[in-house]
C-alpha cells in the first residue's frame, strides 16, 4: 500500500508530550498499538512536514 491508496483500515491517533521529554504520536488500530516517539526537534520537523502536505493537498483539491 502506497500513500496514494485507499484503504478501509480505521485507526486512531493521539499526539502529546511523554513524561520523558518527548513527543509520542500513538497509533491505535484493529490489532496494532503503535507508539512512535520523537525528541521536539524532530515533532517540529513532522509538523513541518504535515503543513507542507497540506499545503500541497489544498492545492490539488482547488484544481479539481
Do not use: W, Y
Not at 502506497?2 to 504520536?25: C, K
Not at 507508539?35 to 500541497?56: G, N, R, T, W, Y
Amino acid at each position: 500500500m502506497g500513500i496514494n491508496s485507499e484503504s478501509d483500515v480505521t485507526a486512531n491517533l493521539q499526539i502529546g508530550p511523554t513524561t520523558l521529554g518527548m513527543v509520542r504520536i500513538f497509533i491505535e488500530g484493529d490489532g496494532i498499538d503503535l507508539p512512535m516517539d520523537f525528541d521536539p526537534e524532530e515533532a517540529e520537523d513532522i509538523a513541518e512536514e504535515l503543513k507542507a502536505a497540506a499545503a500541497a493537498a489544498r492545492k490539488m483539491g482547488r484544481k479539481r
